[in-house]
T-cell receptor, first 113, second 108 residues
Framework: EAGVVQSPRYKIIEKKQPVAFWCNPI?????LYWYLQNLGQGPELLIR????????DSQLPKDRFSAERLKGVDSTLKIQPAELGDSAVYLC???????????FGPGTRLTVT | QQPVQSPQAVILREGEDAVINCSSS?????VHWYRQKHGEAPVFLMI?????EQKGHDKISASFNEKKQQSSLYLTASQLSYSGTYFC?????????FGKGTRLHILP
């Protein structure tokens, strides 16, 4: 069974530039999460989807971050414009349902210069 | 509110036991445990549900004390492969919040 796929794995951009991350969850998983992880910290939830619906986006900085999950499968997280403080690892995870184990992708390491 | 994990870091020799604690200031519905190796994604270990039983995974087990709002992860006869950072995630108000992690290093 294929795991959660994320791309790109690494991204270096200058501040004020836009950037997008893509996630393909495990087939059949209804719940999809985007997390941000800073060095030495635990994952912090940005947004959670149940199928196509964003059911928890309270931690998503909506002035610059946006996300979508078309057809309840793949998801894209976008930052526009990026700031220096956005440098972090962006993790995507999926699960069968909210209370079940989460499978994490390898993450995208973003560096904003 | 972020759960508090203790200790922040621990160094063991192979074969020794370890306990990692996770506590919350608020009532919990469930506790999730994950392990993350350097440069890799977090990997699921176990979920403990309110009212559920203590769970085990090979030589790794965990307990969940609802009254004390805390969970403990027990690593018995640690192996080199147990090295990594352990995160607990507490579930309340329909949201899972992860702690800062406990770094575990196993020496041969």
């Amino acid at each position: 069974e294929a795991g959660v796929v994320q791309s790109p794995r690494y991204k270096i951009i200058e501040k004020k530039q836009p950037v997008a991350f893509w996630c393909n969850p495990i087939s059949g998983h209804n719940t999809l999460y985007w997390y941000l992880q800073n060095l030495g910290q635990g994952p912090e939830l940005l947004i959670r989807y149940e199928n196509e619906e964003a059911v928890d986006d309270s931690q998503l900085p909506k002035d610059r971050f946006s996300a979508e999950r078309l057809k309840g499968v793949d998801s894209t997280l976008k930052i526009q414009p990026a700031e220096l403080g956005d440098s972090a690892v962006y993790l995507c995870a999926s699960s069968w349902e909210r209370d079940s184990e989460q499978y994490f992708g390898p993450g995208t390491r973003l560096t904003v210069t | 509110q972020q759960p508090v994990q203790s200790p922040q870091a621990v160094i063991l020799r192979e074969g020794e036991d370890a306990v990692i604690n996770c506590s919350s200031s608020k009532a919990l519905y469930s506790v999730h445990w994950y392990r993350q190796k350097h440069g890799e994604a977090p990997v699921f270990l176990m979920i403990l549900l309110k009212g559920g039983e203590q769970k085990g995974h090979d030589k790794i087990s965990a307990s969940f004390n609802e009254k004390k709002q805390q969970s403990s992860l027990y690593l018995t006869a640690s192996q080199l492969s147990y090295s990594g950072t352990y995160f607990c995630g507490t579930d309340r108000d329909d949201k899972i919040i992860f702690g800062k992690g406990t770094r575990l290093h196993i020496l041969p």
